[in-house]
């Protein structure tokens, strides 16, 4: 094989929309609706947590970074019923205000399916390791927007915008260090395992996984002040 074969490099727009597919694969089958995202991204200066749900994950290990989702409180209603409803749960036991922390543990429990799905593909696809944090969620008023430092040494920070079958909007930023993937030697990336499998699984587990961490307040609350602790602020 020549050297020009072997010298595949997997940059930062590659990781990104193996992640954008990620998000894509896991909540299709979740809520049994189209998700797509756009064809442009931005390149961005610094990822923020904003209203209304703001939910963020770190991963460490081959490579350090940062996944955040901020959600509109339109789409995330739309996720969370769609998501339930496909789940068999009648239209009246659902919640009506995204600020309940139902709507803040599905979505936590769908972003950790999105990333869990993710760091498999990087074991993969990349053959190196990365482990991520339990979701972290913050439903967020109008007037709050947080700076969330990853200790990133030289960081690349992405963000797409993603569209609910309702046209809902919401938007995942991406910050990882700067890092390429050379492919040095050839090899055959293990099968993807199949999305509604993995659903499968995950509901199975559901009973003996911890829920994802409860919604905090952006008003005051030790929660709030635990969790603005451990982001440094």
Do not use: W
């Not at 543990?105 to 869990?116: A, F, I, K, P, S």
């Not at 390791?129 to 967020?140: A, D, E, F, R």
């Not at 797409?160 to 030697?185: H, P, Q």
Request: proline content about 3%; glycine content about 6%.
């Amino acid at each position: 094989m020549s050297h020009t074969e072997t010298s595949v490099i997997y940059g930062t727009e590659d990781l990104l929309i193996s992640l954008c597919n990620s998000v894509t694969r896991v909540l299709n089958v979740a809520t049994h609706s189209q998700i797509h995202y756009s064809g442009m991204v931005q390149r961005i200066s610094k990822t923020c947590l904003k209203p209304d749900i703001g939910c963020f994950v770190l991963f460490d290990g081959g490579f350090s970074g940062l996944v955040i989702i901020n959600f509109s409180a339109q789409a995330a209603m739309e996720l969370y019923s769609s998501y339930l409803l496909n789940m068999g749960m009648s239209k009246d036991d659902l919640v009506s205000s995204y600020t309940s922390d139902e709507v803040s543990n599905v979505m936590g429990e769908l972003m950790n399916q999105v990333v869990g799905d993710f760091t498999g593909k990087v074991r993969r696809e990349l053959q190196t390791h990365i482990t991520q944090n339990q979701p972290k969620m913050l439903v967020l008023n109008k007037q709050v927007m947080l700076s969330v430092d990853a200790n990133l040494d030289k960081p690349e920070a992405r963000r797409v915008t993603f569209y609910t079958a309702s046209n809902n909007i919401f938007y995942l930023e991406l910050a990882i260090d700067r890092t390429e993937f050379i492919k040095m030697v050839d090899f055959e990336a293990q099968d993807t395992p199949d999305p509604d499998a993995l659903m499968s699984q995950n509901e199975r587990g559901a009973q003996s996984t911890p829920a994802p961490a409860p919604a905090a307040d952006s008003g005051g609350g030790s929660d709030t002040d635990e969790l603005l602790k451990s982001l440094g602020m």
